[in-house]
């Protein structure tokens, strides 16, 4: 398989995954645990495809540190962001990957803080994460090819 149309696929995987678990979060307040592993085994197999397992332990990093973060705050970060970034990880090249959280995170903390100043809201309301890494996805696309 050609890498360029394999990347592209594993962009389109990545995308269409963290697309359903941004729904999923804003619905349920969980992902459903099929869907990482889904999105992960798709992103290997196509990282495989293009030959492209050079970076894949630095691409899974952020994943696996974000995922760690949610077990020892016992909840207060989501385990399963941290296995929809691990699954993100195997779809996309380091610098994409760590864009995508920090995308993620800068437009959930400027949120929370227009929430804060415009309702009084504490800044532990609970929002979702899913949908900010998404977005934050979409533009490590457009910035990293």
């Known amino acids: 398989m050609n890498e360029e149309l394999a990347m592209a696929l594993c962009r389109g995987a990545a995308a269409a995954g963290l697309a359903a678990g941004a729904v999923a979060d804003i619905r349920t307040g969980s992902v ?17 495809a293009a030959g492209r397992t050079g970076d894949l332990l630095w691409s899974l990093l952020p994943g696996a ?51 804060r100043v415009a309702r009084g809201r504490s800044l532990r309301c609970g929002m979702p994460f899913l949908p900010f890494l998404c977005g934050g996805a979409l533009c490590a696309f457009f910035l990293i090819r």
Do not use: H, K, N, Y
């Not at 459903?32 to 495989?48: K, N």
């Not at 016992?74 to 610098?95: E, I």
């Open 32 to 48: 459903p645990l099929w869907l990482p592993a889904l999105m992960g085994a798709a992103g290997l197999v196509l990282r495989l």
């Open 65 to 115: 540190i974000l995922f760690l973060t949610g077990l020892a705050s016992r909840g207060q970060v989501g385990t399963g962001d941290g296995l929809m970034l691990l699954a993100l990880g195997a779809c996309v090249s380091p610098a994409a990957a760590l864009l995508a959280l920090f995308f993620g995170l800068a437009a959930e903390a400027l949120l929370g803080v227009i929430l």
